[in-house]
């Protein structure tokens, strides 16, 4: 699979960024997606996923101001940010997800086993 994010750039905290990832090589409805991050200094890490029928977790630390969508005719996953914090300066990638679900929408499966393809993510930089 193939995967392009953009959307990423630099923002005062408070403020608000969209990114979109375009996936090919695939068949994008199949499966669950994910999109990662990693900080300077830091493991990549998963921040919000959405399944295939479009349940949707997050971590605890972007729950209510993170929202992640799909769609399918597209083969584009988003990710709306709002709120922006400098915390959430990093790397931002999606990817597909392999791991569960929650009902009450918290993303505890923080695996990246299986996920050896990652494509050009994109920058976010928050300022204070």
């Known amino acids: 699979v193939q995967l392009q994010a953009s959307g990423g750039g630099l923002v005062q905290a408070g403020g608000s960024l969209r990114l979109s990832c375009i996936a090919s090589g695939s068949t994008f409805s199949n499966y669950a997606w994910g999109w990662y991050r990693q900080a300077p200094g830091k493991q990549r890490e998963s921040v919000a996923v959405?399944?295939?029928?479009?349940?949707?977790n997050y971590v605890q630390s972007v729950k209510g101001r993170f929202t992640i969508s799909k769609d399918n005719a597209k083969n584009t996953v988003y990710l709306q940010m709002d709120s922006l914090t400098p915390e959430d300066t990093a790397v931002y990638y999606c990817?597909?997800?392999?791991?569960?679900?929650?009902?009450?929408?918290?993303?505890?499966?923080?695996?990246?086993?299986?996920?050896?393809?990652w494509g050009q993510g994109t920058q976010v930089t928050v300022s204070s």
């Open positions: 990817n597909i997800y392999f791991g569960g679900f929650r009902r009450d929408g918290i993303l505890a499966d923080r695996s990246l086993d299986g996920l050896d393809s």
């Open positions: 959405v399944s295939r029928g479009g349940t949707e």
